[in-house]
């Protein structure tokens, strides 16, 4: 795929998505580690349901901490893996309340650093709350960067690199949540959408459907 063409497909996805945005709901960087800490392997939506019992009792990493594990479990039962999920979340805040004055940190080594943090959940902080141009490859940013020819990888690492080569400049910041975005309402898994595509005809997928 050529540069020119990569730049139509993020011209035309801005134009279908002209705010791209995560669909965690959250009101604070430190909200939003724990709502992508608790993503892992669930939907958004689960997690904003949780969430919204969860912050307006707990939304600092003291608070938060207070809770303990137990406590902090029987907001998150509903999440998949809640209790591998609480254990880590708890160590979290006590790490961030002791190395990084309660506030969730920049830059990439100090994130990965905290438990139930990896590199995808480092990548979502550091793009959305931090404005930085990474690319938090989840299983529809994998799909559609194979699906169209925009980078293909065989491996999340591989398109993650391949992203942040073959992105034009001005999307990088926003190439993420454009791509989440579409992938996760048209170029869907099973099926996808392409009638309704705004990048058909720029589209490398062989098999498209109609």
Known sequence: MNKAKRLEIFQRLSAAIPEPETELEYASTFELLIAVILSAQATDKGVNLATRKLFPVANTPEALYAL???GLKTY????GLFNSKAENIIKTCKMLIDLHNSQVPDNRPALEALPGVGRKTANVVLNTAFGQATMA??????????????APGKTVLAVEKALLKNVPKDYLIPAHHLLILHGRYTCTARKPRCGACCIYDLCEYKTKTE
Do not use: P
């Open 137 to 150: 490859v989840d299983t529809h940013i994998f799909r559609v960067a194979n699906r169209t020819g925009l």
């Open 76 to 79: 998150i039962k509903t999440i």
């Open 68 to 70: 303990g594990v137990d």
